[in-house]
């Protein structure tokens, strides 16, 4: 997995928007914001560096309101990053789910075990 | 929104960030902050939702420097010591090259004259490196005992360079789990035999070139030859930029071939599950036998493709 786990994830969030269709800077943030706690300075900084990797493109559109928008197109390196990322976190986060739900997904339940252990501890 | 830009600029100029990058991003800010700003935010809050100026210049000042620094240690000979120089006789001139688990770069040199580079913690002077009678030999030490409880951490890097605009009558390159980087040397006869190490060949042209890996990957960019001859089981090969003026043979047990950008006489596959597929791909002729295995070629341009002696058991063929 990705050492700075966070930025990974949004990395992994920022090439699953850009898979789908080009998109500009504000509107990917916002996207992201709307499911995700995650401001500018942590998307803007992933998407140069993507680009200047060459997993996207950029070209210009000009806008009817304000600066003409630069919006970001995944390429067929960036289509195969994504691919092996989107491998490397599917299997990792099956892992994760598999550790947690070994007592189930019943959080009572689990509660209640635990209980009944400290409760057998104290004695 | 004036006062953030301003703090932002100011930010990265302090980091050496440099003048293009810097108009590049206070442009990129200028068109998000004025789209924010139209859509639900006010001035005070620009902050809040592009963060403190300073962290964000921090963090892409980190981001170039740190991508500069990664190209660098690729690239770059700061890190690299000269072992030798060798001046070429007037022989024909070879290179033999036989590793074990450590990473060669191959290019051209700056000079007339072979240099040596290595880096690494490992003792060069148990190292074979011989030039006579026109040979560059360059030996690993024979390892005892397995291979895998062998220190990689031992290991030394080599950055071999071969006389500018030389073109060597014959290259060998040997290794089992190092990388190969071949670029920018012309040879007539060219063969690598890597086992698990990935191999990168860029800007060359051969007479002939001859590849057989086991599970290494293959990228070949820029090549022109005459005859092309590769072998993998289960490594995958990708071509771009490619002239073949005669004959490619490529086998391949579940590894895939990509061709972007080939213009090839005749392409023979033999292949078991691994596919063929072909992006701007123009062979005059294929002859293509697989058990499952699939030929998929996309072309802009249409182009006649001659099929010869094609077989496959479940394997679909596509070409437009």
């Known amino acids: 997995m990705n050492p700075q786990f966070k930025r990974g994830i949004i990395e992994l969030c920022v090439l699953s928007l850009l898979v789908e269709k080009d998109s500009y800077g504000y509107d990917i943030i916002s996207q992201l914001s709307e499911h995700i706690d995650v401001s500018e300075n942590t998307i803007y900084p992933i998407l140069r560096r993507l680009t200047s990797d060459d997993y996207f493109k950029t070209y210009l559109v000009e806008s009817n309101e304000g600066a003409p928008r630069k919006y970001y197109q995944m390429t067929e390196k960036g289509f195969i990053y994504y691919l092996s990322l989107r491998e490397e976190w599917d299997a990792f986060i099956g892992g994760v789910y598999h550790i947690i739900n070994q007592g189930g997904k019943k959080n009572d339940d689990i509660f209640r075990r635990f209980k009944e252990r400290i409760k057998e501890e104290k004695r | ?320």
């Not at chain 2, 932002?8 to 442009?27: A, T, W, Y």
């Not at chain 2, 390892?143 to 290259?171: C, H, R, Y």
């Not at chain 2, 599950?273 to 699939?294: A, L, Q, R, T």
């Open chain 2, 1 to 320: 929104m004036m006062t953030y830009l301003e703090d932002l600029k100011n930010e990265l100029k302090k980091r050496n960030v440099s003048q293009d990058e810097i108009d590049d991003i206070i442009r990129d800010h200028e068109e998000m902050i004025s789209e924010a700003l139209r859509e639900d935010l006010t001035e005070e809050e620009i902050p809040q939702r592009f963060g403190d100026p300073r962290a964000l210049a921090q963090e892409l000042s980190s981001n170039t420097t740190s991508h500069d620094a990664d190209e660098e240690s690729d690239d770059s000979q700061d890190d690299f010591k000269l072992f030798k120089s060798f001046t070429p006789s007037e022989d024909e001139q070879k290179v033999f090259i036989s590793m074990v688990f450590q990473d060669v770069t191959v290019r051209a040199s700056n000079d007339s004259d072979y240099h040596v580079n290595y880096q690494g913690p490992g003792d060069i002077d148990e190292y074979s490196i011989s030039y006579r009678h026109g040979e560059l030999k360059i030996e690993s030490p024979k390892f005892k005992g397995l291979l895998f409880k062998q220190n990689k951490k031992d290991s030394i890097s080599f950055i071999i360079e071969v006389p500018k605009g030389t073109e060597l009558v014959e290259f060998k390159h040997k290794t089992v789990s190092g990388d190969v980087d071949f670029r920018d040397v012309n040879a007539k006869n060219t063969t690598f035999s890597i086992t698990s190490g990935d191999l990168n060949i860029k800007n060359t042209k051969v007479d002939k070139l001859v590849v057989n890996t086991v599970s290494g990957d293959v990228n070949v960019k820029e090549l022109s030859a005459r005859v092309v001859e590769t072998s993998q089981v289960s490594g995958d090969m990708n071509m771009s930029k490619v002239i073949i003026t005669e004959l490619i043979h490529a086998g391949s047990v579940s590894g895939d071939f990509a061709f972007s950008d080939a213009h090839v006489e005749l392409a023979e596959f033999n292949m078991v599950n691994g596919d063929v597929e072909g992006k701007e791909f123009y062979p005059k002729m294929i002859s293509f036998k697989s058990v499952s295995g699939d030929l998929d070629i996309k072309n802009n341009e249409r182009t006649d493709i001659k099929m010869q002696k094609t077989n496959t058991l479940s394997g679909k063929i596509n070409i437009n």
